[in-house]
């Protein structure tokens, strides 16, 4: 029988009740790793909220220049494995390989495992008695598959048979519909991600340009449809693109700009953090997100924290977010309606602020404080339960 329910945004704080629990948290990206994703960010704005009254350490996997050890805000980092130049999959099966140990000999009262490409799983619940939380924000197999060959999703499946896993935080309803015929005796718990007090700008500004916010990815986060958009719709009518961000497209997307004579219209930024990426958005009208898929979408979070529209697809998980009023859908995964879709707000400032209001105090529910209060809730629900049976 499944238990759902969605935790309540209480604001973080601790009670002289509270217990203090040593977490081990396994999630094989990294904030410091040059292609991190958002998942990496939950994992810290979270733990180092945790970190106050909890004993945290995270064990991630390592990559170019990593240090072995390193502390944030109180959240122990230590780093797993061993790269292979050339092998893209070395640092992910090195973790793997090296993760189930190394918790075993880690006095812990609750582990966290991240869902982890390529397989999924990295089997903590063979490795611990404590309870085991599994945290969702990947799911895509796809891409690996296609890339190396091999048939993960269907490793992941057969591992899920095993019925190890009893404790799951998603993200969105569209995850938890994914996930429950594959753990139907699993808890699940609705946490989404977050924002930090600083991304909510004051003040409404028309806006200069277009912004794309995300790792730069052509399969994953339509840079292809996104191309297309400019170069027949929106470079035509000299709409302004500025593209932020970092991955293995961008030299190719650069190219790509170039073929299509857009250099006037589209300019790339690189990865841009903290205050300038707060002044990126406020500089913005509206934020484009191409996204063939996601998971959750924390750049159309961090536009509407900034008070501005998305345009993007209808797409599982993504339209759980970016709602209207405040997003635009444009035909699902057609460049050209895209480009119609972003012409059209383009050409009306006002309304795009209007929207952005909306957006913004939608967005007032995704404080970290709160994110983190409710998977602290989670972990102490499991872990008196459990206490309550011995």
Known sequence: MHVWREGPPVPFSFTMSTPMLRIVHADTDDLENPLRGGQPVRTFSVNSRLAQRHDVTVLTSTYKSARRRVERKGVKYRRLGFRVPGFGLSPHLSFMASLGPVVARLPHDLAVEEFTPPVGFNGLPWWTTAPVILVVQWYFFEQWERRYRLPFSRWMKELAKKDRYHHVVVQSDAMR?????????????????????????????????????????????????????????????????????????????????????????????????????????????????????????????EAMAAAKPVVCFDIPHLNEIAVPPWAEYAPRFDAVGLGHTVSKLWIQPDLCIRMGALAQAHAQTFHWDQIARQQEDFYLEIYESRHEKT
């Open 177 to 301: 519909r994914e996930l429950e015929p594959l753990l139907p005796r699993a808890h699940f718990r609705k946490i989404a991600s977050g924002v930090e007090d600083s991304a909510f700008l004051p003040g409404p500004e028309k806006g200069e340009y277009v912004l794309f916010l995300g790792r730069i990815d052509i399969q994953h986060k339509g840079l292809d449809l996104l191309m297309e958009a400019w170069r027949k719709i929106c470079g035509p009518k000299k709409i302004p693109l500025v593209i932020a961000g970092e991955g293995p497209a961008r030299h190719e997307m650069e190219a790509q700009v170039q073929r299509d004579n857009l250099q006037s219209q589209i300019r790339f930024v690189g990865r841009i953090e903290g205050t300038a990426k707060n002044e990126l958005l406020a500089r913005s009208r509206l934020v484009v997100m191409p996204s063939r898929y996601e998971t959750f979408g924390i750049s159309a979070l």
